[in-house]
């Protein structure tokens, strides 16, 4: 499976960025997908997950109420619309998926920056 993330970029604190990545492959709903993140220097850190078909969610404590994740498997696209951003906030955000409908992320992108400047 290949992932092409992209809507990385420069934005002030508070504002808001969406992220997509679009995922190769036929059966696309039934992969769970994700995003994790990674600033230099500190550990790689899960954000969020979405099951197959758009079911169950799951969010780390540091981006829940502000952070949403969606998907259109018409497009094979998952979005990560990120609200209320924080200079904490600022990574390489990566898409990742398990074509399974696991968790084993066995699949990564290549990350696009995020940029929160207070």
């Known amino acids: 499976v290949q992932l092409v993330e992209s809507g990385g970029s420069l934005v002030q604190a508070g504002g808001s960025l969406r992220l997509s990545c679009e995922a190769s492959g036929r059966s696309f709903s039934s992969y769970t997908m994700g995003w994790f993140r990674q600033d230099p220097g500190k550990e790689r850190e899960f954000v969020t997950t979405?099951?197959?078909?758009?079911?169950?969610?799951y969010y780390a404590d540091s981006v829940k109420g502000r952070f949403t994740i969606s998907r259109d498997n018409a497009k094979n696209t998952v979005y990560l619309q990120m609200n209320s951003l924080k200079p904490a906030d600022t990574a390489v955000y990566y898409c990742?998926?398990?074509?399974?409908?696991?968790?084993?992320?066995?699949?990564w992108g290549q990350g696009t920056q995020v940029t929160v400047s207070s």
């Open positions: 979405i099951r197959r078909s758009g079911g169950s969610t």
């Open positions: 990742v998926a398990d074509p399974s409908g696991g968790i084993l992320y066995d699949s």
